[in-house]
C-alpha cells in the first residue's frame, strides 16, 4: 500500500538540481513525482521514481545524502472539493499531513496525490474504510 | 610496558637536578655558538653563567617563530652543517617557513623519544604500525617511522594520501596499530565505509592521533568509529618532532612529556608571565639535549596545561592536557575568545552531527560575523525541513550558550569540506583580506 520515496539534501546553489537529473538520467532512471521543499539554505527533493535502489544507489555513489521514506499515493475524485473531503476525513480523525504534493499522471477520471503522513497506517485505514482508492507502489512506478 | 624505565621513572628532585646541569650546558653552547642567542641574552643583561637554579630560567627572554623566521634557513643552528644530518621544515602556510636541523645523536634522540611514545601509546615489538603521517619535510612521518623502528615494531611507511590503497593495506597486511592526524584518520574511516570495509573486522588495538587540537568528543568519536584505542601525541619540529610528549593508552588522561629532555613551562600568553603548575596558559620549551638546533624558552602559541600529578601508570614526568588551541587558531568574535576545537566540542555534543565542520569567520560593517558549517550526514537528514532546521537553531542556541556569540548554522552537502591529508582546515577568516 506504501509507495517508496526517496529524498536527497541539496544546498542552494546553482546547479545542484541539475546534478541530480543529469545522474538519473543517466543511469535510465525516470522521474514519476517530485517536490522540492526549501528554505534560504538548503532544499530537500523528493522523488518518487521507477527504480528507487538504482537512483538510491547512482546518487550516493555521487556524494549525495539521500534518504527513503514511505509515502501514500491517494486517488483524488478530480472535481470540486475531492481533495478536500479527504483532508476534512483526516483531520477528524487527527491525522496529521506532513507533506503532500501533486503526481502529474491521472488514475482514470482522478487525480493522484502523494501523502507524507505523521501515522501512514493510520491513514491508510482510515482512506480505505471510507471508499478511497490507494495506488500501491508497483503500480505508480509505472503509471 | 615502560621504554625508558630509568628516566621514565625518576624521582623528581633527581631529574631536576639532570634538568639543571644540562640546561646549563645548553645555554652556553648556544650563547657561543648562535650569534641570535648572544645578542638576545646580552639585550636582556643575562649571561649563561648566571643560571643557577631551574626557576632562573625565568629570567632568560623568550623565542618566537618571528625569531627563527629571521634566521631563515639555518640561523638558529649551533653546530656546522658537517655535523648535520637531516633538515625538516615546518609547511609555511602562515608565512616563511621554519628550518630545523638534527644531528646524528639528535636523530637518535627523537627516535628513542619516539619509541617512548608509541610505548606509551600501548606498543609492543610485535606491532605493525600503518604510518599514515606525512612524509617528508613535515616531521610526522618520518619521526613515528625511526621511533618504530628504534623499538623494534613493524612500520608501514605508508605515509598521508591515496586513501582506498590505504584501506586495502588495512585489510591485507593487518597492521595493529595507526598513527595519523585526527581529521584524515576520519577521513580514513569513511573511504572504508564507503568501500564496504568494516573497522571491526582489521587488526587494530590503539590508534596514535596527533599534530593537531582535537576535543575529547573527537576521540570517542574516532574510538567508535574505528574500532579502538586513540591516544594523543604531541610534538612540534622547532622542540624535536612528535614524540615531545605523549598520553599513555592506561590512563589516557594528559600527554607525559619528555622533561629530561625538554623543560616545560606554562605562561601567560599577554604578559609572558609564568604561570603555576595545573593553570593554563601558552606551553614554552627549552630543549637541553639538543645538539644541532637547541631552542630556549620557544613560544609554542599551544594553549595547555601542567600537572605533575603521579598517574597511574607509574611514570614520574609531569602530564600536559590535550592542547585545547593555538594562540594563533584563536579567533576573537566580538571581543570572544573562541577555539575551533570548543565548537567542535558543542557539535559533537549533539547526536548524528559528523565531525566535519568549518568556521568561517566575516566582517559585515563593523560586525563579527561567524558561520558554522556543517555537513549533513544520513544520521541528521529528513525529508521533512523541520527537523533539520530544528537542528540549525539547536546548534545555533547551543554556541550562544557555550560562547555567549551568536552564529549562523549552515548545512551543507557531503564532502563540501575539504578533506585534509595532513592538518584540518577548520577555520577560514575573510576578516584579514
Redesign the interface.
Same mark, same amino acid.
Given at each position: 500500500m506504501r509507495v517508496e520515496?526517496i529524498?536527497i $539534501?541539496? /544546498?542552494n546553489k546553482s546547479g =545542484?538540481l541539475a546534478k541530480v537529473t543529469e545522474i538519473l538520467a543517466d543511469a535510465q532512471v525516470n522521474i514519476r513525482a517530485l517536490s522540492l521543499? %526549501? @528554505?534560504s %539554505? $538548503?532544499g *530537500?527533493l =523528493?522523488l518518487i521514481v521507477d527504480n528507487t535502489e538504482k537512483a538510491k544507489t547512482t546518487l550516493k555513489e555521487n &556524494? $549525495? @545524502? *539521500? &534518504?527513503k @521514506?514511505n509515502v501514500v499515493a491517494v486517488e483524488v475524485p478530480d472535481k470540486p472539493g475531492g481533495l478536500h473531503n479527504i483532508l476534512i476525513l483526516l483531520h477528524n480523525s487527527g491525522v496529521n499531513v /506532513?507533506?503532500m504534493y501533486a503526481f502529474v499522471q491521472q488514475s482514470g477520471d482522478n487525480a493522484v496525490m502523494i501523502f =507524507?503522513f505523521d501515522n501512514t497506517d493510520e491513514a491508510i485505514k482510515l482512506l480505505e474504510k471510507n471508499g478511497f482508492t490507494i495506488i500501491n507502489g508497483s503500480k505508480i512506478y509505472t503509471l | 610496558m615502560i621504554y625508558d624505565i630509568e628516566y621514565e621513572t625518576m624521582p623528581r628532585e633527581a631529574l631536576e637536578s639532570i634538568q639543571l646541569r644540562r640546561l646549563q650546558a645548553t645555554l652556553e653552547r648556544v650563547y657561543a655558538t648562535v650569534p641570535f642567542y648572544k645578542t638576545s641574552f646580552q639585550k636582556a643583561g643575562i649571561t649563561p653563567g648566571q643560571i643557577k637554579s631551574l626557576e632562573d630560567l625565568q629570567k632568560l627572554p623568550f623565542t618566537t617563530k618571528q625569531d627563527l623566521r629571521d634566521n631563515y634557513p639555518f640561523g638558529m643552528f649551533a653546530v656546522p652543517m658537517d655535523n648535520v644530518v637531516r633538515i625538516h621544515a615546518s609547511s609555511g602556510t602562515t608565512g616563511q617557513p621554519t628550518v630545523v636541523g638534527y644531528t646524528a645523536r639528535d636523530v637518535n634522540t627523537w627516535a628513542t623519544l619516539m619509541a617512548r611514545s608509541l610505548t606509551l601509546g600501548g606498543a609492543t615489538s610485535g606491532d605493525i604500525i600503518h604510518n599514515a603521517f606525512g612524509y617528508g619535510l613535515f616531521t610526522g612521518g618520518l619521526g613515528v617511522h625511526y621511533g618504530a623502528e628504534k623499538m623494534g615494531a613493524s612500520v608501514i611507511p605508508v605515509s598521508g594520501g591515496n586513501t582506498k590503497r590505504q584501506i586495502m593495506i588495512m585489510k591485507d597486511f593487518g597492521p595493529t596499530i595507526l598513527t595519523a592526524t585526527p581529521s584524515y584518520t576520519l577521513h580514513l574511516a569513511e573511504v572504508a565505509q564507503e568501500m564496504g570495509v568494516s573497522f571491526k573486522d582489521l587488526k587494530f588495538k590503539f590508534g596514535i592521533f596527533g599534530a593537531e587540537p582535537w576535543s575529547e568528543k573527537m576521540r570517542e568519536e574516532i574510538e567508535k568509529k574505528l574500532d579502538l584505542v586513540a591516544v594523543d601525541i604531541y610534538g612540534l619540529s622547532e622542540v624535536i618532532g612528535p614524540g615531545v610528549a605523549n598520553e599513555c593508552h592506561e590512563a589516557k588522561k594528559g600527554l607525559h612529556i619528555a622533561e629530561d629532555h625538554f623543560i616545560a613551562e606554562i605562561i601567560n600568553p599577554d604578559t609572558g608571565q609564568v604561570l603555576p603548575w595545573g593553570e593554563t596558559g601558552e606551553l614554552v620549551f627549552t630543549s637541553i639535549t639538543k645538539e644541532a638546533f637547541p631552542i630556549i624558552r620557544y613560544r609554542t602559541r599551544d594553549i595547555t596545561s601542567i600537572t605533575r600529578e603521579p598517574c597511574i601508570c607509574g611514570r614520574t614526568l609531569a602530564r600536559m592536557s590535550k592542547v585545547s588551541g593555538r594562540t594563533d587558531d584563536m579567533l576573537i568574535i566580538r571581543g570572544v575568545n573562541v577555539f575551533p576545537s570548543q565548537i567542535e566540542s558543542v557539535l559533537m555534543e549533539i547526536e548524528g552531527i559528523e565531525p566535519h565542520y568549518q568556521l568561517v569567520v566575516d566582517r559585515e560593517g563593523n560586525l563579527d560575523t561567524l558561520t558554522v558549517m556543517v555537513e549533513v550526514g544520513e544520521h541528521i537528514f529528513s525529508d521533512k525541513v523541520s527537523p533539520m532546521q530544528n537542528l540549525e537553531r539547536q546548534i545555533s542556541k547551543n554556541i550562544k550558550e557555550f560562547f555567549g556569540v551568536s552564529a549562523k548554522v549552515k548545512l551543507v552537502e557531503p564532502k563540501t569540506i575539504a578533506r585534509s591529508e595532513g592538518k584540518a582546515v577548520r577555520v577560514i577568516d575573510n576578516r584579514k583580506i
Amino acid at each position: 500500500m506504501r509507495v517508496e520515496q526517496i529524498s536527497i $539534501f541539496l /544546498e542552494n546553489k546553482s546547479g =545542484r538540481l541539475a546534478k541530480v537529473t543529469e545522474i538519473l538520467a543517466d543511469a535510465q532512471v525516470n522521474i514519476r513525482a517530485l517536490s522540492l521543499a %526549501d @528554505t534560504s %539554505d $538548503f532544499g *530537500v527533493l =523528493r522523488l518518487i521514481v521507477d527504480n528507487t535502489e538504482k537512483a538510491k544507489t547512482t546518487l550516493k555513489e555521487n &556524494g $549525495f @545524502t *539521500v &534518504g527513503k @521514506t514511505n509515502v501514500v499515493a491517494v486517488e483524488v475524485p478530480d472535481k470540486p472539493g475531492g481533495l478536500h473531503n479527504i483532508l476534512i476525513l483526516l483531520h477528524n480523525s487527527g491525522v496529521n499531513v /506532513e507533506y503532500m504534493y501533486a503526481f502529474v499522471q491521472q488514475s482514470g477520471d482522478n487525480a493522484v496525490m502523494i501523502f =507524507r503522513f505523521d501515522n501512514t497506517d493510520e491513514a491508510i485505514k482510515l482512506l480505505e474504510k471510507n471508499g478511497f482508492t490507494i495506488i500501491n507502489g508497483s503500480k505508480i512506478y509505472t503509471l | 610496558m615502560i621504554y625508558d624505565i630509568e628516566y621514565e621513572t625518576m624521582p623528581r628532585e633527581a631529574l631536576e637536578s639532570i634538568q639543571l646541569r644540562r640546561l646549563q650546558a645548553t645555554l652556553e653552547r648556544v650563547y657561543a655558538t648562535v650569534p641570535f642567542y648572544k645578542t638576545s641574552f646580552q639585550k636582556a643583561g643575562i649571561t649563561p653563567g648566571q643560571i643557577k637554579s631551574l626557576e632562573d630560567l625565568q629570567k632568560l627572554p623568550f623565542t618566537t617563530k618571528q625569531d627563527l623566521r629571521d634566521n631563515y634557513p639555518f640561523g638558529m643552528f649551533a653546530v656546522p652543517m658537517d655535523n648535520v644530518v637531516r633538515i625538516h621544515a615546518s609547511s609555511g602556510t602562515t608565512g616563511q617557513p621554519t628550518v630545523v636541523g638534527y644531528t646524528a645523536r639528535d636523530v637518535n634522540t627523537w627516535a628513542t623519544l619516539m619509541a617512548r611514545s608509541l610505548t606509551l601509546g600501548g606498543a609492543t615489538s610485535g606491532d605493525i604500525i600503518h604510518n599514515a603521517f606525512g612524509y617528508g619535510l613535515f616531521t610526522g612521518g618520518l619521526g613515528v617511522h625511526y621511533g618504530a623502528e628504534k623499538m623494534g615494531a613493524s612500520v608501514i611507511p605508508v605515509s598521508g594520501g591515496n586513501t582506498k590503497r590505504q584501506i586495502m593495506i588495512m585489510k591485507d597486511f593487518g597492521p595493529t596499530i595507526l598513527t595519523a592526524t585526527p581529521s584524515y584518520t576520519l577521513h580514513l574511516a569513511e573511504v572504508a565505509q564507503e568501500m564496504g570495509v568494516s573497522f571491526k573486522d582489521l587488526k587494530f588495538k590503539f590508534g596514535i592521533f596527533g599534530a593537531e587540537p582535537w576535543s575529547e568528543k573527537m576521540r570517542e568519536e574516532i574510538e567508535k568509529k574505528l574500532d579502538l584505542v586513540a591516544v594523543d601525541i604531541y610534538g612540534l619540529s622547532e622542540v624535536i618532532g612528535p614524540g615531545v610528549a605523549n598520553e599513555c593508552h592506561e590512563a589516557k588522561k594528559g600527554l607525559h612529556i619528555a622533561e629530561d629532555h625538554f623543560i616545560a613551562e606554562i605562561i601567560n600568553p599577554d604578559t609572558g608571565q609564568v604561570l603555576p603548575w595545573g593553570e593554563t596558559g601558552e606551553l614554552v620549551f627549552t630543549s637541553i639535549t639538543k645538539e644541532a638546533f637547541p631552542i630556549i624558552r620557544y613560544r609554542t602559541r599551544d594553549i595547555t596545561s601542567i600537572t605533575r600529578e603521579p598517574c597511574i601508570c607509574g611514570r614520574t614526568l609531569a602530564r600536559m592536557s590535550k592542547v585545547s588551541g593555538r594562540t594563533d587558531d584563536m579567533l576573537i568574535i566580538r571581543g570572544v575568545n573562541v577555539f575551533p576545537s570548543q565548537i567542535e566540542s558543542v557539535l559533537m555534543e549533539i547526536e548524528g552531527i559528523e565531525p566535519h565542520y568549518q568556521l568561517v569567520v566575516d566582517r559585515e560593517g563593523n560586525l563579527d560575523t561567524l558561520t558554522v558549517m556543517v555537513e549533513v550526514g544520513e544520521h541528521i537528514f529528513s525529508d521533512k525541513v523541520s527537523p533539520m532546521q530544528n537542528l540549525e537553531r539547536q546548534i545555533s542556541k547551543n554556541i550562544k550558550e557555550f560562547f555567549g556569540v551568536s552564529a549562523k548554522v549552515k548545512l551543507v552537502e557531503p564532502k563540501t569540506i575539504a578533506r585534509s591529508e595532513g592538518k584540518a582546515v577548520r577555520v577560514i577568516d575573510n576578516r584579514k583580506i
